[in-house]
């Protein structure tokens, strides 16, 4: 069975940092990516990586803050999150998957989720 297990989330200050964790299993992954959630606002695709430790994307509003990473050793997706801004308040949820992640390819069509985590980044 595979499952992507999600933890990190919390309610921080503007400024401040909280790091992601996804943790599969049931396989290996080509690609590992970060989307979120926010109410009335689009699901869009934050940061993706793959099989190399190559960042293949990453989406301009948290460029240079945000650094997403792996550890293929513990099967494990990663997303460090530095200076957080209110307008990053959302569900996070990561994904995986066998081929690349990116913002062209439908969401959908991505097969394994994890259960999403809050992240609420206060004034």
């Known amino acids: 069975q595979v499952q992507l297990v999600e933890s990190g989330g919390g309610l921080v200050q503007a400024g401040g940092s909280l790091r992601l964790s996804c943790a599969a299993s049931g396989r290996t992954f080509m690609s590992y990516g970060w989307f979120r959630q926010a109410p009335g606002k689009e699901r869009e695709l934050v940061a993706a990586?793959?099989?190399?430790?190559?960042?293949?994307y990453i989406t301009d509003s948290v460029k240079g803050r945000f650094t997403i990473s792996r550890d293929n050793a513990k099967n494990m997706g990663y997303l460090q999150m530095n200076d957080l801004k209110p307008e990053d308040t959302a569900i996070y949820y990561c994904?995986?998957?066998?081929?690349?992640?990116?913002?062209?390819?439908?969401?959908?069509?991505?097969?394994?989720w994890g259960q999403g985590t809050q992240v609420t980044v206060s004034s």
């Open positions: 990586i793959g099989w190399n430790d190559r960042t293949t």
């Open positions: 994904t995986a998957d066998s081929a690349l992640i990116h913002p062209l390819r439908p969401a959908h069509e991505l097969r394994y």
